[in-house]
């Protein structure tokens, strides 16, 4: 599905990117703006940038869950802020 119109983004290369993200870095911040540097793109009109949005949260998730347990972000408890 593309996500992005006027880059031709699509959720397929979101994740795909996302991917290799994790394998650096699962702990990384992934914004919209930083997503579309990752693809060498930047955002053009922003209509996409809530759709982008949802779709990098729900892939993380589905990414960082598939992590083995040392991989992990850890959830960070109320008593550690
Ligand atoms: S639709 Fe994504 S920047 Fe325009």
Known sequence: MILCSCNRLSTSRVRAVLERQCQTDPYSLVTPGRLFAMTGNRMQCGRCARLV????????RQIQGALPETSRPRKERPHER
């Open 53 to 60: 949005n949802e779709v990098i949260a729900k892939e993380l």
